[in-house]
């Protein structure tokens, strides 16, 4: 199983505040002999929906490296929920100081387009959410 991010359970807390009640952790998806780990599989505590998250700290010195592989990891998950035929919302996990430093730039900007990301921005040390960023076409 892949290694958590730093800010795992505070994901997993700020989720929780806001009624996404069953949570269950690092979620496998098979694409023929190979897996991907996708972090959080969360559903509302009254059924009424469905997501997946993948949490990103980016504590990597260089934000355009962590953009990248988050950004291409987004893309692999998101083909492997397609593959699997799962009709659950993939979110990206950033912390507010991550799209403050690079996603609200245009090189973040340009991404989150090119890639259709879903983005939900949380604050790891108040365990909440800041905003939910649904792509839009």
């Known amino acids: 199983m892949p290694a958590k991010d730093d800010f795992h359970s505070s994901m997993i807390h700020a989720l929780a505040k806001e009624g996404w009640g069953r ?54 998950y998101r083909a492997a929920i397609k593959y699997a035929r799962l009709n659950i919302p993939l979110f990206l996990a950033v912390p507010q100081a991550a799209f403050d430093e690079i996603f609200s730039l ?19 040390e108040q365990e909440v959410i800041q905003r939910w960023i649904p792509y839009e076409k």
């Open 23 to 76: 949570i269950r952790e690092n979620y496998a998806i098979r694409v023929l002999s190979k897996r991907v780990w996708i972090d959080l599989r969360a559903e509302k505590e009254d059924g009424s929906a469905t997501i997946f998250v993948e949490i990103k700290d980016f504590d990597n010195p260089s934000e355009v490296v962590t953009l990248r592989d988050a950004v291409g990891q987004y893309v692999l």
């Open 106 to 124: 245009p090189i973040g900007q340009i991404a989150i387009e090119e890639a259709e990301i879903n983005l939900v921005v949380f604050d790891p």
